[in-house]
């Protein structure tokens, strides 16, 4: 835990959030700032970094088995969704603690921009 991350905070349960899913390793919640219809965060509960710092595999297969079963879940596989990682500043990165965007609702494009 990292005392001044805000998704270590909203995870310890000292900052609000709409949460759509728990268990003991991954939270899923609704951004605050969201850029689709369907703006979900799927956040492991260690502090990692960013993407470049996950050490263990398993990390990913429960993020992306998490994500994929909500979006499921949710419906979202029938028109599709997008799965995003910003990794560091010239991604676009804003929040130090490692977490996957899931978004749907609308029509994405392709190259993102
Ligand atoms: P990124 O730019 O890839 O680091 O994405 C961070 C996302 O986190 C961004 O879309 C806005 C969202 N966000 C920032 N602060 C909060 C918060 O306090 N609560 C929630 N639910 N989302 C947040």
């Not at 939270?27 to 956040?43: C, E, G, N, T, Y």
């Not at 970094?49 to 088995?65: E, F, G, H, R």
């Not at 899931?102 to 190259?111: C, E, S, V």
Request: net charge neutral; proline share 7%.
């Amino acid at each position: 835990m990292n005392r001044k991350c805000i998704f270590c905070e909203i995870i310890k349960g000292n900052q609000k959030a709409d949460f759509v899913y728990e268990d003991e390793d991954v939270l899923v919640i609704r951004d605050v700032f969201p850029q689709a219809p369907i703006h979900l965060l799927v956040i492991p509960k260690e502090h990692i970094p960013s993407a470049s710092q996950v050490n263990d595999p398993y990390i990913w297969a429960k993020l992306m088995n998490n994500a994929t079963i909500v979006a499921r879940d949710l419906g979202l596989d029938k028109d599709g969704y997008r799965l995003v990682v910003n990794c560091g500043s010239m991604a676009c990165q804003t929040v130090p603690h490692l977490h996957i965007h899931l978004l749907a609702g609308r029509q994405f494009h392709w190259p993102p921009g």
